[in-house]
Each structure stands twice: as structure tokens, then as C-alpha cells.
């Protein structure tokens, strides 16, 4: 699937129509079981994935399917209640659509969540890792195809695609709140299948210390895009090979529940400080 301009700027224009002025600054994607953050969300405004022209409805587990938009910890956010997957069927400029979109709507920002396997041994499943860069290196990016120069130029540098500045806020953040707070790189693999304990061993020698489903194509385009970015991944379980026990859905989600808490504190308290 690729979209032109104008269905980027129809999706825009519905969206805005629905918002009486209001003009978001921050946006939120919020995975596997983290969507409640988008609950708390102030004087809020609930668009339905399925009502906004071009959006692609999301089918994962954890995962409500809607914009929220409001004020949270005193910045005006959108918040996505649940992505849309490539394993879902999707392609990646159907998975990183949204951000476009939101690019448009006047987000700068953008703070992207993720429930992931954790690669790194000498850490713990239920960690919170602060996201530092990320691998993927077997799939095509979501910005294949004829660029869109409204949004960036052809050959996007990607050296700093997970803002400095903003990773400085989360330290501060964290410490304030004393939550501890990993630092590392994500890899992202296709799905829907965890991955083997062969992919996990490999995944570690290229440097990664978690792995999941998401994030890096929405990262990409929001790069692409000049937006600044802030990524977090809740180490939800042991990758694949660590501990003699296979992997399940329920485990991300019951962790994710867990971390509801902590996760809810340091995303409110990174809001306030940008």
C-alpha cells in the first residue's frame, strides 16, 4: 500500500474537524497492555481507529484501537490506545501511517512504548529500559517507495533517531522517582512468532538487550518526519532460550500489569519535564 500526500492530509483534516482547535503537541503510542495511560488523559477526545479515513484497524491483544486526545502532566498529547502490527498483515507504511498523520496534526514529539522480550541476561524481566537505538535489519523500511518531501528528505540520517535530549529528561525522571531504569538497544523482528533461542543468541551478539514486535518502523517515520523521539520497552519476560519455559501473550500482559504503576509515573514525569 502507498499513500499519497493527500490521503495523509484527509486523515488530518477528519481528525482536526473532530478537535474544536485543539492542536496536539506531544503523541503516544502506547503497546502491548500500556494503553491505560491513555485513560487518564484530561478533557479527552476518543477517535475510533475505524472512524479516521486510511487508519487500519489493530487486532493484537492489549490493544484498544483508538486516538485519545487531551491534556496529560500539562502537555497537550495524542495518544495511541494500541499500533497496528506488520504480522497483523499491515505494510510498514500502513504500520507508521499514524505518525504521518499526527506529524501533520502539530506533534514535534513522539513517546513510544513497547512490551519486549529481554535479551540482555544480566538483567530481569519486569525492568524498564530506556531505548537507546535500535536493530532492524531483515525488512524493508516504511519508507520504501516514492518519498513524500512534505514529510523529509529521500535519504534520512538516522544516527539520532532516539532524541538525546529527551533520553536526558527520562534519567532525570527516573531518578527523581527512584525507579531504576535500563538503558539499551532494541531489535525488532517480524512476528507473530516469538523468536528462537538462535535468534535470541544472535540478537545478542549484535548488541541488542531486548527484542520485540513494533516501535522501529514508527520510529523511522517520525524521524523522517523531524520529529524528536523518547522510547521505552518494559522488559516483559525472558527472551526465548534464557529460562526452560516457552513464551505466551498472557505473560506480557500480566507484566505489563504489573508495571502499571512505575511505567505510568516515569511517562507522566518525562511529560512534565519537556
Known amino acids: 500500500m502507498t499513500y499519497s500526500f493527500t490521503q495523509y492530509e484527509q ?24 494503553g491505560f495511560l491513555g485513560d487518564t488523559v484530561e478533557d479527552s477526545i476518543a477517535i475510533p481507529y475505524g472512524d479516521i479515513p486510511h487508519f487500519k484497524a489493530s487486532t493484537a491483544p492489549g490493544h484498544k484501537g483508538q486516538l485519545v486526545f487531551g491534556v496529560l502532566s500539562g502537555q497537550r498529547v495524542a495518544v495511541m490506545q494500541g499500533r497496528v502490527h506488520h504480522y497483523e498483515g499491515y505494510s510498514y507504511e500502513e504500520v507508521s501511517y499514524a505518525v504521518r498523520v499526527l506529524r501533520l496534526l502539530g506533534c514535534d514529539t513522539l513517546i513510544v512504548t513497547n512490551a519486549a522480550g529481554c535479551v540482555n541476561t544480566r538483567w530481569s524481566a519486569g525492568e524498564l529500559m530506556l531505548i ?8 524493508e523500511s516504511p519508507l520504501r517507495g516514492e518519498n513524500l518531501p512534505e514529510f523529509g528528505v529521500r535519504f534520512p540520517d538516522a544516527s539520532r533517531l532516539y532524541t538525546p535530549r529527551l533520553q536526558e529528561v ?6 527523581k522517582l527512584n525507579i531504576p531504569l535500563r538503558e539499551g538497544v532494541y531489535m525488532y523482528f517480524h512476528g507473530p512468532q516469538y ?6 543468541r544472535a540478537a545478542r551478539v549484535l548488541g541488542a538487550d531486548a527484542a520485540g514486535m513494533s516501535t522501529a518502523p514508527e520510529v523511522i517515520a517520525a524521524g523522517h518526519c523531524g520529529m524528536e523521539v523518547l522510547g521505552f520497552s518494559l522488559l516483559s519476560n525472558m527472551a526465548a532460550g534464557i529460562l526452560d519455559q516457552p513464551l505466551s501473550e498472557q505473560e506480557v500482559l500480566r507484566a505489563a500489569e504489573n508495571a502499571r504503576h512505575q511505567f505510568s509515573a516515569l511517562v507522566l514525569e518525562c511529560l512534565a519535564g519537556l
Do not use: C, W
Request: proline letters at 5%.
Open 132 to 139: 537507546t537505538d535500535h536493530i532492524k535489519l531483515f525488512s
Open 11 to 34: 486523515s488530518a483534516d477528519y481528525i482536526r474537524g473532530k478537535l474544536n482547535g485543539f492542536v496536539p503537541r506531544v503523541a503516544m503510542v502506547l503497546g502491548s497492555g500500556l
Open 170 to 175: 527520562a534519567r532525570k525522571a527516573a531518578q
Open 195 to 200: 523468536e528462537t533461542p538462535a535468534e535470541i
